[in-house]
């Protein structure tokens, strides 16, 4: 069973940045991706970023241009690196990873930014 472990979350006023990480607990030699997705109260999980093993990346209309996401694959980590924060980015933020036995997800990380 793959498992994903995020770290980085946080409190941060808006204009700032943060870095969230996520590590797989082990290597996947095939293709596959990894990303980032977040929720808010009341509303619908969403794709915040992906990134594919071999470097492919998608990002959502709202975060382009202040989030970069990147990985490391003999690390087994991808990260999030989140600029010019907005109040609207406070969420829940989840990695995901998904090959061909299936999509998993991490418990999740707090990301709060006040005004």
């Known amino acids: 069973q793959v498992q994903l472990v995020e770290s980085g979350g946080g409190l941060v006023q808006a204009g700032g940045s943060l870095r969230l990480s996520c590590t797989r607990s082990?290597?996947?030699?095939?293709?596959?991706?990894m990303g980032w997705y977040r929720q808010a109260p009341g509303k619908q999980r969403e794709l915040v970023a992906d990134?594919?093993?071999?470097?492919?990346?998608n990002y959502a209309d709202s975060v382009k241009g202040r989030f970069t996401i990147s990985r490391d694959n003999a690390k087994n980590t991808v990260y999030l690196e989140m600029t010019s924060l907005k109040p609207e980015d406070t969420a829940v933020y989840y990695c995901?990873?998904?090959?061909?036995?299936?999509?998993?997800w991490g418990q999740g990380t707090q990301v709060t930014v006040s005004s």
């Open positions: 082990e290597s996947i030699f095939v293709i596959n991706v």
């Open positions: 990134m594919t093993s071999g470097g492919i990346r």
């Open positions: 995901q990873t998904t090959y061909y036995r299936g999509t998993y």
